[in-house]
């Protein structure tokens, strides 16, 4: 699953004139990841969740021992480059460094962003059930709980919206909007629920940028479901969910 990335001749070529800052940044931009598994055809949707949380765990653990790697790797390219300059290695030394830098680095991103979609669809999984049982908000209706901030927005929102909400965030905070999830992805369909016109931001509802895109989303209109709240077993469950609340997929 890394492979594509790592291969690429031209990202490995811009990479390698780059100061590490900057290959980090490149290697972020970059990267699709998904990596969880699991069957929604065996069980029930509880054991879907079940078998979900515990590839979570696994994945936090190989999260760990990567993120490792990396600052092993790190610290042999800046000790390669000295001694570089030093007159001791080759160039080509320096570049099979910064190769396997690289490679570790997308591995990280790509594990670090799986980990962080799984554990927001579990945290929908699991509140999003309470969500439906709750009485419907009238039309720009807004309440908030311990658990949850809701508003039903009179705006037909859908993922085409995306651009302006993205734009307003970039505009207003100097970076990208840390969208999790656009629309429907596997993880959400092993875990059932209909996220296709959805999409998942990971700011804390209650932090200075959270509390600021939520009144941002209020003025337009746009309906939201802000989680407080991490489930069991989660710990960056707390998030922003921009679309309608999400029904259970009809399955066939
Ligand atoms: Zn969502």
Known sequence: ?????????RFLIAALVLPLAAVIF??????????????????????????????????????????????????????????????????????????????????VYEMRHAVVETDIAITEAVLGEKVLRMPELPVNGYSETADLKRFNGASKWSLKDAPQVERYFAQ??????????????????????????????????????????IDHLRKAGIPFIAFRKAVPG?????????????GRLVRH
């Open 1 to 9: 699953m890394f492979s594509e990335l790592a291969k690429s001749r």
């Open 26 to 107: 490149v290697a972020l931009r970059q990267s699709h990841p998904v990596n969880i598994t699991g069957n929604s055809s065996q069980g029930g949707p509880s054991d879907v969740l079940t078998k979900m949380q515990e590839a979570l765990a696994k994945d936090r653990a190989l999260l760990s021992n990567y993120e490792h790697d990396q600052t092993k790797l790190r610290a042999e390219v800046i000790r390669r480059r000295k001694l570089h300059q030093d007159g001791q290695i080759s160039q080509d030394q320096i570049k099979e460094a910064e190769r396997d830098y690289i490679t570790a680095v997308n591995r």
């Open 172 to 213: 207003t905070f100097g970076r990208d909007l840390p969208v999790t999830a656009m629309g429907q992805s596997d993880t959400h369909n092993r875990l059932g629920f209909d996220h296709h016109d959805s999409m998942d931001v990971a700011l804390h509802p209650d932090s200075a940028e959270g509390k600021a895109f």
């Open 234 to 246: 989660a710990s960056t469950g707390p998030h922003i969910h921009v679309g309608r609340p999400s």
